[in-house]
């Protein structure tokens, strides 16, 4: 039998060359993905699309990108498959040259549906990496590498106003060589992987995971409720910050873009942080106050000024994405062994949570106006009361797993 691959740190000290290298790939594929988002407007007059289209839109790219997800994970969990980054990035880099050509809307669709089974079979195995090269230290490990994917979707909107919307739909073709760039990068990241993985089988330190508990799954209930609860107020403001900031105060677009930005910029910046707080403070802790912490924020995002909307939502951006990385590592500390299937399982909920509410807000705006949409999404973050039964995690003395704590 195959053992299974690392799902620890085979490294004393963080190995900062392998994740730089993952968190550039994740800006490489994600500022290719943003593209999506930030070229909504193009596409909506393009086709003379409804807002329930374009949220169909966001649906078809998450679903892609979220169902796979926890699949390719319980296989990696089983066999490493370190070429699986560089095929990640050949998927992506095919959906944005069908988009670069997209005549219709249904050839939107077939692109957004590529582009996200690109982030479905590369998210999982980073997100390992990740782990592998942290040296212990894994909330800092896992935000350096979520960054990078951050900060390539705040680049996204850039990137249509300065290049793709100056120079039409086809330049579209030119962004996807950075999946060229990417492949090299994650060729290099494999290289490492394979190398690890010979040194663990080599020392028989890889081990199977252990049985699953009620208790876990209880746990597992209340992280699902908070992804709910972030992910479906996040795709309102990233699938609609920019119509909403063009209904309420009648900018252009390209205006518009620069809060997107903005807003996506401060979500960069609270994961990079988010991941080292809550390795000194707790994940716990870090995971309630994000969540719930910004509701006052949100409560006040509907009536604000224009001003008063950039300041909101950039705290928001910050203070919410800050859980993430918490998050995925406290996930992985409850299910140790599972790191493959517990990163595709969040990363995928995070993309197909977001799917789901863009196509049911969209309709929500249609039908009561884009306002009323986001009055009723401030109220979401209350939901983040329930972090607070999420028990403490404690390492045994004895060994490198963890146990759950009053």
Not at 87 to 107: E, K, P, Y
Not at 368 to 383: A, D, K
């Amino acid at each position: 039998m195959t053992p299974p691959p690392l799902s620890a740190s085979p490294v004393k000290q963080p190995v900062y060359a392998i994740l730089g290298a993952i968190s550039i790939s994740h800006f490489l594929n994600d500022i290719m993905q943003s593209l999506l988002l930030a070229l909504y407007p193009l596409f909506k007059g393009e086709f003379a699309l409804s807002f329930v289209q374009v949220g169909l839109i966001t649906l078809c790219f998450q679903l892609t990108a979220s169902i796979l997800q926890p699949v390719v994970g319980l296989i990696t969990d089983r066999r490493a498959m370190p070429w699986s980054l560089a095929a990640g990035m050949v998927c992506t880099f095919t959906g944005l040259m069908v988009l670069s050509q997209a005549s219709s809307f249904h050839h939107v669709l077939l692109a957004a549906a590529l582009v996200g089974l690109g982030s479905s079979i590369f998210h999982p195995e980073s997100s390992r990496v990740a782990r592998m090269a942290s040296g212990g230290q894994h909330g800092w490990a896992q935000s350096i590498f979520q960054v990078g994917g951050n900060a390539g979707a705040a680049a996204g909107p850039l990137l249509a106003a300065w290049f793709v919307l100056p120079h039409g739909q086809h330049s579209i073709a030119w962004v996807a060589l950075a999946a060229l760039v990417g492949l090299v990068i994650v060729s290099y990241v494999g290289r490492w992987m394979r190398h690890q993985h010979r040194k663990a089988r080599a020392n028989q330190s890889l081990k199977l995971p252990e049985s699953i508990s009620r208790r876990q799954l209880m746990t597992l209930g209340l992280l699902l409720t908070l992804m709910f609860s972030k992910f479906f107020y996040l795709s309102s403001l990233n699938s609609y910050l920019m119509f909403f900031l063009q209904h309420q105060f009648h900018i252009t677009t390209l205006v518009a873009q620069y809060h997107l930005f903005a807003f996506l910029a401060a979500v960069a910046t609270g994961t990079l942080l988010g991941g080292a707080i809550g390795d000194r403070i707790g994940r716990r802790r870090v995971i309630w106050i994000s969540i719930l912490g910004i509701a006052p924020f949100t409560l006040a995002l509907p009536y604000a000024s224009l001003q008063g909307s950039l300041f909101l939502s950039m705290i928001i951006g910050f203070m919410l994405a800050s859980a993430f990385p918490a998050m995925v590592v406290y996930a992985q500390e409850l299910f140790p062994g599972r790191v493959g299937a517990i990163s595709g399982l969040f990363f995928g909920l995070a993309f197909g949570l977001a799917g789901i509410g863009a196509a049911l807000l969209g309709k929500v705006a249609d039908t009561y106006g884009i306002v009323t949409l986001y009055q009723l999404c401030s109220y979401l973050p209350l939901l983040g009361i329930v972090a607070l039964k999420l028990p403490e995690l404690r390492p045994v003395k004895s060994g490198g797993d963890n146990v759950m704590v009053k």
